[in-house]
């Protein structure tokens, strides 16, 4: 058997295993293919094959690949077959990438979510999981737990050769941000470091390294530099702009102040400005530059009881992180600053 490869198509003898189910392509191509070449060779089978459900697979490995107009030739392909789960495995990713390019309102996304009926267990999952996303957004983290706990029960008793490792890459994002914000360390590192290793998803690893960085924030400088440059040349090389702004004017600026490293580092953000003027000491240029923020956020009230050594503002910090946000990890910034005064 022999596979015929070019830049841009692979062709396995003349198509003679696209009429295989997704599984059994994949399964065939594990001995008989090398490793190096399987991605392009799926990405070619789920372009080709007819088989119903095998069309839902597609979408998941185009997703978790960055293969975005495939996915969406595929989303297409799937709206105009005749059964119901076609038609549900692309409306999800119609919501999915609607949410990744922030093009529709949360909301509605949520409400459009729970339109999709289905008893298939890995469509299931992934509702569960952009349901777990846009709930983050919200803090509503009870909502969250409850959800993370159906997550990984439904998660185990999916099979699926393809599927599987995609759910449980998943999972592990989810449970990473779940402890993390609990502040529990070490199982949120497992799991983030775990996501990590199965990523391939360039957008996706962005946000696993910034996350990553922020979980040092407490601990060691050179490992959150090191996460936070790895994001920022993940989205400089692929030109993930409105990622490489965040990168650049918040994040970057967040942890070098934070580290009391303010030298040369610049920021367009009046927060994060006040922020780099407190790690310089210079706590009147702080109080200027706090005076025309118009959003109040934990953060914010953070930066202005250190401004003012405001021992209220800084429990109000505290509390808002904690009773607004579900946030033990950054609520431990305001605590910090109460124990300096």
């Known amino acids: 058997m022999m596979l015929i490869i070019n830049d841009s198509k692979i062709g396995i003898g003349e198509n003679q295993y696209y009429h295989l189910n997704a599984e059994e392509f994949y399964h065939w191509l594990n001995l008989h ?39 969406f030739q595929l989303i297409e392909k799937n709206k105009k077959h005749p059964k119901k789960l076609n038609n549900d495995w692309a409306t999800f990713f119609d919501l999915t990438m609607a949410h990744h390019h922030k093009t529709m309102p949360f909301r509605e996304i949520s409400d459009r979510l729970q339109m999709i009926r289905t008893d298939d267990l890995s469509l299931k999952c992934l509702i569960t999981f952009l349901m777990i996303s846009i709930q983050i957004f919200f803090y509503d983290f009870d909502l969250i737990v409850n959800k993370l706990d159906q997550f990984r029960e439904d998660s185990n008793k999916i099979h699926h050769s393809i599927l599987h490792p995609y759910i449980q890459h998943r999972l592990d994002r989810a ?81 070098y102040a934070h580290f009391n490293k303010p030298e040369g580092i610049k920021t367009s953000d009046k927060s994060e400005q006040a922020h780099l003027a407190l790690a310089r000491g210079d706590t009147e240029l702080a109080k200027q530059l706090l005076a025309e923020v118009t959003e109040i956020t934990p953060f914010t009230k953070y930066y202005l009881g250190r401004a003012y050594s405001d021992k209220q503002m800084l429990i109000q910090s505290y509390n808002d992180f904690i009773e607004k946000q579900s946030d033990h990890f950054f609520a431990r910034l305001p605590l910090m600053a109460i124990q300096k005064l």
């Open 175 to 255: 449970q990473f941000f779940h402890y993390w914000k609990r502040n529990e360390m070490i199982l949120a590192r497992k799991f983030g470091y775990q996501a990590l290793a199965g990523v391939n998803n360039r957008i996706h690893l962005a946000y696993l390294h910034i996350n990553l960085s922020f979980s040092f924030m407490f601990d060691d400088f050179d490992s959150s530099v090191y996460h936070i440059k790895e994001a920022y040349k993940i989205v400089k090389e692929n030109n993930i702009t409105n990622l490489l702004t965040e990168i650049e004017e918040n994040n970057i600026p967040f942890i």
């Open 33 to 71: 293919v090398p490793k190096v070449d399987h991605e392009l060779a799926m990405r070619d089978y789920f372009m080709a094959t007819n088989d119903p459900y095998s069309m839902c697979v597609g979408l998941e490995f185009l997703f978790m690949n960055d293969y975005y107009t495939e996915l």
